[in-house]
């Protein structure tokens, strides 16, 4: 099946553009697989006992990967994710003579977004990957050795403490994921939905700019929401987008509550590394910062704030317990909506508030 990306140009740039890694020769770098291991495996039992939340997958992995493994990984969940809408548009991908042109394009801008990312990410749990092709590479917890290396020194963190409170975080995720079991289907199904609906009709990009242009006219940001997906989408994609939001908020928001509750008494500076992360996703400025917005980056930035902020006003409205709703089936998911709203959602629960 034609692809619309050259894959192979998006890794070559995405390489490029993540640089020399100048912590990868550090000799504390020896330590970062073995801690990994370890602080994973407790990571798992923390989340399990804080949550209630158990991998039905067995236990986690932990793979320590330097930035053009993590730039694999992801191009390979690109591919996966990106499925629908290639069988979508089929011939129109490599037919004319410009599509080659266009192909390579498409792959260096994937390229420079992932390039760019890698050098950022410290940790990540890859649902996605491949389905049922490099079993192997499946169902990882991926640090990116030298970005944690490069944090540490730059603010004297304690390198395992630090470690072990990453840990928590992307096996909260996992745990959402493989402990929930009809989670990560619903997601991928989201997705397909999404992007199987794509319309490549011009007249969809021009209502699109006109409605941009409106949008700025009334003062509004129209990247705000979605960077540009949310710009191109149509009002049913919009539901998809806005389903897909709202469940992200609330992972996001409880990976970054678990990991503080679960470490209690085992990670006394999770405060102090709190407040300096939530300090380095708001530093960029200039042109990476309107490629963030463009690209949707930012409007994803908002979601920890957002799932922390709903899961807290729930929690104080009805009790740790009213969460667990969340989980019971894919129509309890909290919308955006309801996200920024979460009396919408109690009210939705049939909750009881105050008991």
Known sequence: MASAIDWDVARRVANRVGGREPFSESYHSASLASDFDEFTAIAEELVAQTTGLRSLAGPARARVADRSMWVDANVASFQRLMRPLFEKLGPKTSSGALAPVTRRVSGAELGLMLGWMSTRVLG??????????????????YYVGSNVLAIEKRYAFAPREFRLWLALHEVTHRAQFTGVPWLRGYFLGLVDDL?????????????????????????????????????????????????????????????????????????????????????????????????????????????????????????????????????????????????????????????????
């Not at 990540?124 to 917890?141: A, C, N, S, T």
């Not at 490549?200 to 409106?214: F, H, S």
């Open 124 to 141: 990540q749990y890859d649902l996605l990957v491949i389905e049922d092709e490099r079993p192997e590479d499946q169902d990882i917890v």
């Open 195 to 355: 992007l199987g609906s794509v319309d490549p009709d011009p007249q969809r990009l021009l209502a699109a700019i006109n409605d941009v242009l409106e949008k700025k006219r009334r003062g509004q940001d129209p990247l705000a929401d979605g960077g540009m997906m949310g710009i191109l989408a149509t009002p049913e994609q919009r539901v998809a987008l806005d389903k897909i939001s709202g469940m992200m908020s609330l992972l996001e928001g409880h990976g970054d509550i678990t990991m503080d509750r679960a470490g209690i008494g085992l990670v006394p500076s999770a405060d102090r590394f709190g407040r300096v992360l939530r300090q380095r996703r708001q530093q960029s400025r200039g042109i990476v910062r309107f490629l963030q917005r463009l690209a949707g980056i930012e409007a994803k930035l908002q979601q920890y704030a957002q799932g922390e902020a709903f899961i807290t006003e729930v929690e104080r409205a009805g009790g740790p317990e009213v969460l667990q709703h969340a989980w019971h089936s894919p129509d309890n998911l909290p919308t955006i909506h309801e996200i920024r709203t979460p009396s919408l959602w109690l009210e939705r629960m049939q909750v009881p508030v105050g008991v």
